[in-house]
């Protein structure tokens, strides 16, 4: 089994940032990509951002391009995200996806999630 362990979230005040980290452990795995996920209190699960493994390719929701920035530590086997100019509406448990097929697989293992919370 694959456990995907996030790390970062907390409080916030609008306009402020946070990161968040995710590594995954476990038994041996194959990596297509990672991704970060968000659920709000009384919306669905949405998509924020992936980064592929092997090179590196970053995807974005359109509506936050330009605040969140994903990265990897290979090395590390850590992926990050980078959410800058926090808006109260960011307020969200985020989630760590990891998908190891390919783009038309769903991600396979998830985290726990990690609390953020942007105060106005």
């Known amino acids: 089994q694959v456990q995907l362990v996030e790390s970062g979230g907390g409080l916030v005040q609008a306009g402020g940032s946070l990161r968040l980290s995710c590594a995954p452990s476990g038994r041996s795995f194959s990596v297509y990509d990672m991704g970060w996920f968000r659920q709000a209190p009384g919306k669905e699960r949405e998509f924020v951002s992936r980064i592929t493994w092997s090179g590196g390719n970053t995807y974005y929701a359109d509506s936050l391009k330009g605040r969140f920035t994903i990265s990897r530590d290979v090395a590390k086997n850590t992926v990050y995200l980078e959410m800058n100019s926090l808006k109260p509406e960011d307020t969200a448990i985020y989630y760590c996806?990891?998908?190891?097929?390919?783009?038309?697989?769903?991600?396979?293992?998830w985290g726990q999630g990690t609390q953020v919370t942007v105060s106005s």
């Open positions: 996806a990891l998908r190891s097929t390919g783009p038309l697989g769903r991600f396979d293992y």
